[in-house]
């Protein structure tokens, strides 16, 4: 699975994060934590993969790693040339998010293309495992019947994309109230490619 990613709308701190090996789904930026429980998981995926929730708690991956590249070109930008950034500063354009499936441990279907897994991660804060949903977006939306365009472009979306999922577990203590924290450490990635513009 591939994610392609540019963080054009420096919404996620990217850059940043990244040198520090996390990186953050949009729940960090005010989203809420309960809001994954507050509509049916199947609603929360099409939502997110319509474009509607824009403080999503997931990140979405792709089968296709020429699709993850079109997302990390970003809009306005798919017509460019591109390549290999090697330098260790951040001056890279969009990177490619590469997880082997390997990674996966001890992978269970809770449902019809839901998996719960976990990875063992390299903080210790997350230690011992790392908890995640793995989401086959396809295989979820095909299952649930298509009743208006909202639920059709969806579908459209995910076929389009190989769309699937990933929805960071670990829970987090905020004191008053315990959410999912949002920072994915950058352990579960077997490979992390830079890439600039030419």
Same mark, same amino acid.
């Given at each position: 699975?591939?994610?392609?990613?540019?963080?054009?709308? !420096?919404?996620?701190?990217?850059?940043?994060?990244?040198?520090?090996?996390?990186?953050?789904?949009? #729940?960090?930026?005010?989203?809420?934590?309960?809001?994954?429980?507050? #509509?049916?998981?199947?609603?929360?995926?099409?939502?997110?993969?319509?474009?509607?929730?824009?403080?999503?708690?997931?990140?979405?991956?792709?089968?296709?790693?020429?699709?993850?590249?079109? %997302?990390? !070109?970003?809009?306005?930008?798919?017509?460019?040339?591109?390549?290999?950034?090697?330098?260790?500063?951040?001056?890279?354009?969009?990177?490619?998010?590469?997880?082997?499936?390997? !990674?996966?441990?001890?992978?269970?279907?809770?449902?019809?293309?839901?998996?719960?897994?976990? /990875?063992?991660?390299? /903080?210790?804060? %997350?230690?011992?495992?790392?908890?995640?949903?793995?989401?086959?977006?396809?295989?979820?939306?095909?299952?649930?019947?298509?009743?208006?365009?909202?639920?059709?472009?969806?579908?459209?979306?995910?076929?389009?994309?190989?769309?699937? #999922?990933?929805?960071?577990?670990?829970?987090?203590?905020?004191?008053?109230?315990?959410?999912?924290?949002? #920072?994915?450490?950058?352990?579960? %990635?077997?490979?992390?490619?830079?890439?600039?513009?030419?």
């Amino acid at each position: 699975m591939f994610r392609g990613d540019g963080d054009y709308r !420096k919404e996620r701190d990217l850059r940043n994060l990244l040198s520090r090996d996390l990186i953050k789904t949009n #729940l960090v930026n005010g989203g809420i934590g309960r809001e994954i429980f507050e #509509l049916p998981l199947i609603e929360n995926i099409r939502n997110h993969v319509n474009d509607k929730w824009k403080k999503t708690h997931f990140l979405s991956f792709s089968e296709d790693f020429e699709r993850a590249v079109t %997302f990390g !070109k970003g809009k306005g930008n798919e017509n460019r040339e591109y390549e290999n950034y090697y330098e260790d500063d951040d001056k890279w354009d969009f990177i490619i998010l590469s997880i082997a499936i390997e !990674k996966f441990l001890d992978v269970k279907e809770i449902s019809p293309g839901v998996y719960q897994t976990y /990875f063992i991660p390299s /903080f210790n804060v %997350f230690q011992p495992r790392y908890y995640l949903l793995v989401i086959d977006v396809n295989t979820v939306l095909s299952a649930s019947p298509i009743i208006d365009s909202h639920y059709a472009a969806a579908l459209a979306n995910a076929r389009r994309d190989k769309e699937w #999922l990933i929805f960071p577990a670990h829970l987090k203590d905020f004191g008053n109230r315990i959410e999912f924290s949002g #920072l994915l450490d950058c352990a579960l %990635f077997s490979e992390i490619s830079k890439y600039v513009f030419i």
